[in-house]
């Protein structure tokens, strides 16, 4: 869910040089059946004048399923992040130097508010602004660092008139100190496959179906959060809710998407045994804020009693959902941990 996770409300307009093309926001995609969630940002701020914002790290308030970050930490165990991987890219390049407000924070592609929407937005995507001399073919070519144009973007300033990227820096980024590491690191994964966060080669440009928002309904009204990223509440002696789904495709529409179920679970990776439903297609949608906060339709929905939980637990919700090409978890195992507490409900 899915995922740069911030308050938009927090966030300050900054006037930026940029050639503006359609959002693709809250992309948790797999290729073939295979999640690309994990949300990387690709933020080599393509033509800004100067980008700005914060993004505070989100405590995990459950006992035993914490993070830090993105090196996520579940039972204890700490999971390393490999710099030549797209989560460690996403982590030391993309989040601190480029995901920022005004840059490529979803208001333009490439999107590198995530791991999977930076994945989703660089390999094998058309490219915006092309080299009129040596044009390329896309963005990040799987296995061709030489022919990926994110690499030229980073050496040479395209068609005289574009600069170098990044063109201004955080004050938390390192960049400046660590520029050839950083972009040895990004030629390694492109010339390695420019694997997914599941080790992946991408085997198709059909990209899988994302999950942009998850709203609950409780006797007709609108359920609500205590923050951007927490649980939906659910107020003691609520016997069921309507939990809605809000689910965007590259080419298909919401009703013409299949397989749409969901597993509910109170442990956040352990979904084994769970409770499974499946989803309803409604041709009136809920319209309500999504991950992001700007309004996102909502067509998919179920019913879920209550009966099987008590006071003070948190319901972990994955959803299953395929486009006929890719089959996707929403979230999975490799998503960001803000993404999966996104996807939870908790009874007071």
Known sequence: MPFKTQDLSSRMPVHCLIEFKRLRMFKYKTHTGIIILSGILFGFCMAFVSCSSSDPDVANPYNNQTVDTEDEIVNGNNVAIDPNSIQGLHKNIFKPTCANSGCHDGNFEPD???????????????????????????????????????????????????????????????????????????????????????????????????LKGIAAKINGNLAGRLGTYDPISVPPGTSQIELWFAF??????????SGASLDLSISANDFDGSNSQNLTYSATPLTAPGYFGDDEKYYHKATISLSNWKSGDVVWIRTQISDGVNNSELPNDNSLFRAKQYATFKLK
Do not use: H
């Open 248 to 257: 965007e495709d590259e080419s298909l529409s919401a009703d013409q998407l």
């Open 112 to 210: 590198f508010r995530t791991i999977q929407s930076s994945y989703n937005t660089l390999v094998n995507q058309p490219i915006i602004k092309n080299d009129a001399i040596n044009p390329l073919t896309a963005r990040v070519v799987p296995g061709s660092a030489a022919n990926s144009m994110l690499i030229k973007r980073l050496l040479i300033d395209l068609n005289g008139n574009s600069g170098i990227m990044p063109l201004v820096t955080e004050p938390n980024s390192d960049w400046k100190y660590k520029k050839e590491e950083y972009i040895k690191n990004i030629e390694n994964w492109i010339d390695n496959g420019a694997l997914d966060q599941n080790g992946k080669q991408p085997t198709t440009s059909n990209f899988p179906v994302q």
